[in-house]
């Protein structure tokens, strides 16, 4: 394949086409496509088969999976039936995709090693014990005046800018148990009465 080939509108690929360098697919192609630069499959451009490349802009109809090393776009118009995986996805407005989409070789949010909060929220922020004296207050206590919240002092809000920072472990999110309704031997469904 040479460094920029375009199979024409009129044209119909059958099989696998691979090769090194950009293609622009403007015709039909029944098979797998692989290469290693770009590939624009226009409006015009129908694929049937599984797409591997660099950067991959599809424009036309897709019926296979997508696999984009550097990024997969999909543009207004174009349908794509079939998995996406990439490390940048785009999917415009309009555009049709029925498949799984992956983001892959970025790091997750909930692999990362710690995550940096601010001492000072958790300080400040922190639950304070309940004064004795209110707690043994007769039941008809005079209101009292709320006071606004006032910050904190400067040398707790230095100390807490100073404190190291603990890594947080992030556990993995696990889906509730299913609830399963226990019904009794000799249990008879009531019939709902209709309405005529």
Do not use: C, Y
């Not at 707690?135 to 002092?153: F, G, I, Q, Y």
């Amino acid at each position: 394949m040479a460094e920029n080939s375009v199979i024409g509108s009129a044209t119909v690929v059958s099989g696998h086409v691979r090769g090194a360098g950009a293609l622009e697919i403007l015709g039909r192609v029944e098979g797998d496509v692989t290469v290693t630069g770009d590939v624009v499959v226009g409006p015009t451009g129908r694929v049937r088969g599984n797409i591997s490349a660099a950067e991959l802009t599809v424009s036309g109809q897709v019926q296979g999976n997508l696999r984009g090393s550097e990024v997969v776009l999909v543009e207004r118009g174009a349908r794509v039936v079939g998995d996406i995986a990439s490390p940048r996805i785009g999917i415009a407005p309009g555009a049709l995709v029925r498949g799984h989409v992956q983001t892959d070789g970025e790091p997750a949010l909930a692999q990362a090693s710690f995550v940096k909060r601010p001492a000072v929220a958790a300080r400040v922020g922190a639950p304070q014990p309940v004064p004795a004296a209110l707690l043994k207050a007769p039941h008809k206590a005079e209101p009292r005046r709320l006071e606004p919240a006032r910050s904190p002092p400067a040398s707790v809000a230095a100390e807490a800018e100073s404190a190291p920072v603990r890594p947080v472990k992030a556990e993995p999110r696990r889906p509730p148990p299913p609830v399963v309704p226990v019904i009794s031997k000799g249990t008879k469904a009531k019939k709902k009465k209709s309405r005529d």
